[in-house]
């Protein structure tokens, strides 16, 4: 008997999102039937195929009941404002449970259903390979050898079945695995296909800088206390930004992706960033309600100093408020003091995210991308 479709699976219906004079408007489903989001409402529309006759019925979508935070400074939104955020000092979004903006609700649902779908297949599928390399290992042994194959006819007959139904098992769970990614389109006018390619040329640049590091945490120093000439002690980690795919979305395009020490990565597609903490645990943030905002900062570097910082000064370990050297301290040494770049992705529903760039002006760069881009999003 041949190796046939797990009865449990369904294709995905996959998601288009259309970018129009009246604004971003999100629909979800295949063929006639759809439900369709936008700055209407939602609504449920379908048509008879070669008739020309559709009707929409509008629906009623609960509204949130999670407090928005209002928009602050360009240091984004302070923690304390944002529902189920962490300490003050804690640089960090709020739970996906909050963090998802209203409206995208349809396709965080689907990538929900997605990533069940996947959790059952992938172990699935990593065993039908293995098997299916197994099977076909030997009977190329077999074929290429001459004492077996002979000795044992009918089972080498019977071999050559299992390892053809083993074959295809894998191909069919290799398609599904395929077919349970969203599908998902993104209806760009040409300005936004460019603007947005622009973002994307400014992360594989920025993606080149020396040091990257996710702000962790930002604490203010007691500098008489402390001896220091620092205004905030900074808590960071080294990660990384690229150009990918995040394996739930089949789509063409290659998005930025944003690592991140504490909490979810970042990819940001054109119509939303996908924050993805784990297979359980994800949201979407509309990316017109992104604050992506760009500062130079001086730092005091005390690690390795990377080579494509600016220097624009140095300082002491131990300083007075002054900043000559504090001369009770025997083995003072002097701090280099390098231009950083500082990104923050903020959001009203909570994203709160920092990163700390070594090469500042790749650092300003994608931040003036990110806005062109923002100011050519249509409205509503």
């Given at each position: ?6 009865k ?6 996959g998601?288009r ?12 489903g ?12 939602a609504a449920v529309?379908?048509r ?30 302070n ?7 962490p ?5 960090s ?17 689907l ?16 065993a ?12 190329h042994?077999?074929a ?75 604490v ?5 206390r402390?001896?220091?000439?620092a205004?905030?002690s900074?808590?960071?980690q ?22 991140n ?5 970042l ?12 297979q ?20 005091m ?7 494509d ?12 408020k ?59």
């Open positions: 008997m041949g190796w046939r479709f797990r449990s699976f369904s294709p995905l219906p998601v999102l259309n970018f129009s004079p009246r604004g971003i408007s999100t629909s979800v295949a063929g006639p039937f759809r439900v369709h989001v936008g700055s209407q409402g529309t379908t008879i195929p070669g008739t020309g006759i559709s009707y929409r019925q509008p629906v009623h979508i609960p509204q949130s009941t999670t407090p928005q935070t209002p928009r602050s400074t360009s240091h984004g939104p923690p304390q404002d944002v529902p189920g955020a300490t003050p000092n804690e640089i979004s709020a739970s996906t449970a909050t963090l998802t903006t209203e409206g995208l609700e349809p396709v965080k649902e990538l929900t259903k997605a990533q069940e779908e996947r959790s059952q297949l992938i172990p699935e599928l990593r039908a390979e293995a098997d299916a390399a197994r099977l076909r290992n030997k009977h042994r077999w290429n050898g001459w004492l077996f194959r002979r000795l044992f006819r009918s089972y080498f007959v019977q071999l050559g079945q299992l390892t053809t139904e083993a074959i295809d098992k894998e191909a069919e769970l290799q398609e599904q695995e395929r077919l349970s990614r969203l599908a998902t389109e993104f209806d760009l006018p040409e300005i936004l296909k460019d603007s947005f390619s622009r973002i994307c040329d400014a992360v594989a640049a920025l993606s080149h800088s020396q040091r990257i590091w996710d702000t962790i945490s930002s203010a120093t007691d500098r008489s402390e001896r220091t000439a205004t905030q900074i808590q960071r080294p990660v990384g930004v690229s150009l990918g795919y995040c394996a739930l979305i089949q789509s063409s395009l290659k998005v930025p992706r944003l690592m020490a504490n909490g979810g990565e990819f940001l597609y054109p119509a939303f960033v996908l924050y993805f903490v784990s359980e645990a994800f949201a979407l943030v509309d990316i017109r309600d992104l604050r992506l905002d760009y500062n130079p900062i001086s730092f570097e005390e690690q390795a100093v990377p080579t910082a600016e220097l624009i000064g140095h300082t002491w370990k131990k300083a007075n002054d900043g000559s050297p504090d001369r009770r301290f025997a083995n003072n040494y002097q701090i280099p003091i390098l231009k950083y770049g500082d990104l923050r992705l903020t959001s009203k529903s909570g994203l709160n995210e920092a990163y700390m760039i070594s090469h500042a002006a790749l650092a300003e760069r994608l931040a003036d991308a990110f806005a062109t881009f923002q100011r050519a999003l249509p409205k509503g």
